[in-house]
C-alpha cells in the first residue's frame, strides 16, 4: 500500500458515511443473533420435541382413561424427550446429543423392521445427518449447532456470512466505499488528469484504498458475530462437523475450513465488484448512479440464479453468484439446483477470470480516456 493509498485511506475511514453504515451492520448483527437467539426455541434440537412431547402427553392421557397400560415404548420415548428439554435448559449439551441418538436409532430401527426406506421418507436422511453432528457433540461438549439456528462463535459467523453477506452487507460495503472511486468526476470530467501522477496510479490507489476499506468492514463483521456468538454460547469448536450435501452419502467439513473457503470466495467477490464499480464510475462518471448499478448488478448475479431456474444449468459460470460462500462449500448450491458444476474451485477460478476480465476492461477504459483527453487538449491549444 504506497504513500497516497494509505493518505487516501485515513481520510475515507473518517467520514461519516464509513461509521454510519458501519454501525448499522453491528446493529444488524445484532438483531440477527436475537432472531437466531429466538427462532432457536422452537428450532432447536429440544425445540423440535415440544410437538411430539404433547401429541404423546395427549396419547397417555387416552389411554389411561380407557384403563389400558401405557406401551413401554411411549413411555420409553417421552422421558427421552422431556429429559433432553430438561439438559438442553442446563446446558448439558453431551447428554442432550446421547439421548437425541437413542431417540434416532429409535426411529431407524421402526424404519427397518418395516422396510421404510429414505425414498419412502426423506426424513431418515435428516436424522442420520443430525446423528453425524450430534456424536461429534456428544464427544467435545458443545452447543448442537443445527437447523439453522446457530448461536455459538463460529457456526453464528458462518450462518452471518452465508445469510446476510451475499446481498446486504456487499450493498452496504458499496454504498460506504465506491464513492471514493468516482470522486475524481467533476462535472462529468476526470480532473486526476490535472494532476502531475499519472491517471491510471491515481485509480490504482483509490482500488487499493476502496478494496483495503471494504476488507476492514468484512473483518468487522467476522469479529462482531465471533463476539456475539461467544460471549453468549461459547465459541464452538473448530472441528464442528458441517454437511456436505450429497444424493448418495453423508460427509462432512471441519467449520474451520468452509469458513476459510467461504472467506476466500467473499474476498475474490468484493475485489470483483469494486472494480466493476471502478467501470461503470468511467461510463457514467457519476456517484449516485455507479453505486445503484452496481448494486442491481452485483445483486442480480448473486440472487437471480437461485431464484430462477432458467439459471440453473449456467450458475457455475456466474461469477457473483459465488458470494454464497458457505452454500457453495458445502454442496447446498449444486444439490438445489442440480448443478454439480458448482464448486469451491469452480468458484475461485471464475472469479479470478472475472477480475482479469474486468482489469482488462479497466486498462482499456483508461487508454481511451487518456486518448480522449489529449485530444480535447490538441484543440483547446488550436
Known amino acids: 500500500m504506497n504513500k497516497i493509498s494509505r493518505l487516501d485511506f485515513i481520510a475515507l475511514i473518517r467520514k461519516k458515511i464509513f461509521y454510519i453504515p458501519l454501525l448499522l451492520i453491528v446493529i444488524i448483527i445484532g438483531?440477527?443473533?436475537?432472531?437466531?437467539?429466538?427462532?432457536?426455541?422452537?428450532?432447536?434440537?429440544a425445540g423440535l420435541l415440544t410437538d411430539n412431547i404433547s401429541f404423546n402427553d395427549k396419547q397417555i392421557k387416552?389411554?389411561?382413561?380407557?384403563?389400558?397400560?401405557?406401551?413401554?415404548?411411549?413411555?420409553?420415548?417421552?422421558k427421552l424427550m422431556?429429559?433432553?428439554?430438561?439438559?438442553?435448559?442446563?446446558?448439558?449439551?453431551?447428554?442432550?446429543?446421547?439421548?437425541r441418538i437413542t431417540l434416532i436409532d429409535i426411529d431407524a430401527a421402526y424404519a427397518k423392521?418395516?422396510?421404510i426406506t429414505a425414498k419412502e421418507d426423506p426424513g431418515l436422511i435428516y436424522f442420520q445427518r443430525q446423528k453425524l453432528i450430534l456424536q461429534f457433540v456428544k464427544s467435545h461438549n458443545v452447543y448442537p449447532n443445527i437447523n439453522n439456528s446457530a448461536l455459538s462463535g463460529l457456526n453464528?459467523?458462518?450462518?452471518?456470512?452465508?445469510?446476510?453477506?451475499?446481498e446486504l452487507f456487499v450493498v452496504i460495503i458499496i454504498f460506504m466505499v465506491v464513492g471514493n472511486l468516482t470522486k475524481k468526476y467533476q462535472n462529468k470530467k476526470n480532473v486526476n488528469l490535472l494532476f502531475p501522477l499519472k491517471s491510471?496510479?491515481?485509480d490504482n490507489s483509490k482500488l487499493i484504498t476502496s478494496f483495503t476499506a471494504a476488507i476492514v468492514v468484512y473483518f468487522?463483521?467476522?469479529?462482531?458475530?465471533?463476539?456475539?456468538?461467544?460471549?453468549?454460547?461459547?465459541?464452538?469448536?473448530?472441528?464442528?462437523?458441517?454437511i456436505f450435501e450429497t444424493a448418495k452419502s453423508i460427509k462432512s467439513i471441519p467449520i474451520w475450513i468452509v469458513l476459510l473457503k467461504t472467506m476466500s470466495l467473499q474476498i475474490l467477490g468484493i475485489f470483483a465488484v469494486l472494480l466493476l464499480a471502478q467501470i461503470f464510475s468511467g461510463i457514467f462518471k457519476n456517484t449516485v448512479?455507479?453505486?445503484?448499478?452496481?448494486?442491481?448488478?452485483?445483486?442480480?448475479?448473486?440472487?437471480?440464479?437461485?431464484?430462477?431456474?432458467?439459471?440453473?444449468?449456467?450458475?457455475?459460470?456466474?461469477?457473483?453468484?459465488?458470494?454464497?460462500?458457505?452454500?457453495?462449500?458445502?454442496?447446498?448450491?449444486a444439490t438445489i439446483t442440480n448443478n454439480h458444476a458448482i464448486t469451491y474451485d469452480q468458484g475461485v477460478l471464475v472469479s479470478i477470470i472475472w477480475i482479469f476480465v474486468l482489469l482488462s476492461i479497466r486498462m482499456s477504459q483508461q487508454k481511451i480516456e487518456k486518448k480522449t483527453s489529449q485530444h480535447l487538449l490538441i484543440n483547446d491549444n488550436e
Open 82 to 99: 422431556k429429559r433432553i428439554q430438561v439438559s438442553f435448559d442446563k446446558h448439558e449439551w453431551s447428554q442432550v446429543a446421547k439421548d
Open 289 to 333: 448512479l455507479t453505486i445503484m448499478i452496481t448494486v442491481l448488478v452485483t445483486v442480480f448475479q448473486s440472487v437471480a440464479p437461485i431464484v430462477f431456474t432458467s439459471f440453473y444449468s449456467i450458475m457455475h459460470i456466474i461469477p457473483e453468484m459465488y458470494l454464497t460462500g458457505g452454500f457453495v462449500v458445502n454442496n447446498h448450491i
Open 31 to 45: 438483531g440477527f443473533y436475537a432472531g437466531q437467539y429466538t427462532s432457536s426455541s422452537t428450532r432447536s434440537v
Open 62 to 78: 387416552e389411554i389411561k382413561k380407557s384403563g389400558k397400560a401405557i406401551p413401554a415404548w411411549l413411555s420409553k420415548e417421552q
Open 220 to 242: 468487522v463483521i467476522i469479529a462482531s458475530t465471533l463476539l456475539i456468538g461467544t460471549i453468549f454460547n461459547g465459541l464452538g469448536h473448530f472441528q464442528y462437523p458441517i
Open 113 to 115: 423392521k418395516y422396510h
Open 156 to 166: 453464528f459467523t458462518l450462518d452471518t456470512l452465508n445469510i446476510l453477506f451475499p
Open 200 to 202: 491510471n496510479v491515481m
